[in-house]
């Protein structure tokens, strides 16, 4: 989850103002864990195989994030930054390396510098929602999440990657 957050919360709002969200950012590998063992109603998660069911809401498309102008010299491999995806330390350290990003949370400054600097094409997961409710509310809930999460993505002109610089040695 990301930029469609605001638009989701107030969708929620609107259909139930009583409504209590518990929102939790985790990995795509304990989420599952925990919607398994009956402690979360559902989840969002990227996934690149087809282990479980679920209603897919697009793909997620990776990019070699940097910032506009990264120092990098011909012949030398470029600097690259691993962080967790809940991290905003992240943001900070495209602008020292290249960092492997979400192009719908790639921060605005930067660029798409992957192709610039030979890296390999990053593959997109699929997004996908996993939920078991039993209930009308948590089944008008959900509807309510999966219909904001595409509604972001459409009026954000995705699934396809946004318009975004480029560089060149």
């Known amino acids: 989850m990301g930029p469609e957050i605001p638009a989701l919360l107030a969708?929620?709002?609107?259909?139930?103002?009583?409504?209590?969200?518990?929102?939790?950012?985790?990995?795509?590998?304990?989420l599952p864990?925990?919607?398994?063992?009956g402690?979360?109603?559902?989840i969002i998660i990227g996934r690149d195989d087809d282990r479980r069911a679920g209603e897919g809401l697009g793909p997620e498309h990776f990019g070699g994030s940097a910032a506009p102008a990264p120092e990098?010299?011909?012949g030398e491999k470029p600097r690259l930054a691993t962080t967790s995806p809940c991290c905003t330390v992240r943001d900070v350290a495209a602008r020292l390396a290249v960092a492997a990003v979400p192009h719908r949370l790639a921060p605005a400054e930067t660029v798409d510098a992957g192709t610039a600097l030979g890296l390999p094409?990053?593959?997109?997961?699929?997004?996908?929602l996993h939920s078991s409710p039993t209930d009308p509310r948590?089944?008008?809930?959900?509807?309510?999440i999966t219909a904001a999460f595409r509604e972001h993505r459409r009026i954000s002109g995705l699934p396809g990657t946004a318009a975004r610089g480029a560089v060149s040695r």
């Open 11 to 30: 969708r929620l709002t609107s259909l139930d103002p009583a409504l209590t969200v518990v929102l939790l950012v985790g990995t795509a590998r304990a």
């Open 33 to 37: 864990d925990s919607f398994g063992s």
């Open 39 to 42: 402690r979360l109603d559902a």
């Open 72 to 74: 990098h010299r011909d």
């Open 121 to 128: 094409a990053l593959p997109s997961l699929s997004i996908v």
């Open 138 to 144: 948590t089944r008008e809930t959900l509807r309510a």
